[in-house]
């Protein structure tokens, strides 16, 4: 697993914390915040899906 892959999972998991918070406390900017997070996770870790594809080929 590569550090991009990591970054991406731990933003989505940080997004979907922050978007239930936001839901909880009706805070509609904070859930759209988590929306994004996790928007911006799935793209970090397909990036490093393609990378250890890459690598993989490579090697």
């Known amino acids: 697993m590569n550090k991009d892959k990591l ?6 998991v ?3 914390a ?14 759209a915040e988590g929306k994004w997070d ?6 970090k870790e397909g990036v490093g899906e393609v990378k250890d594809k890459v690598k993989d080929e490579l090697d």
């Open 38 to 43: 996790k928007a911006k996770g799935k793209v």
């Open 14 to 16: 940080k997004g979907e």
């Open 18 to 31: 922050k978007e239930q918070w936001g839901k909880l406390t009706d805070d509609r900017s904070t859930e």
């Open 7 to 12: 970054k991406g999972g731990l933003d989505q």
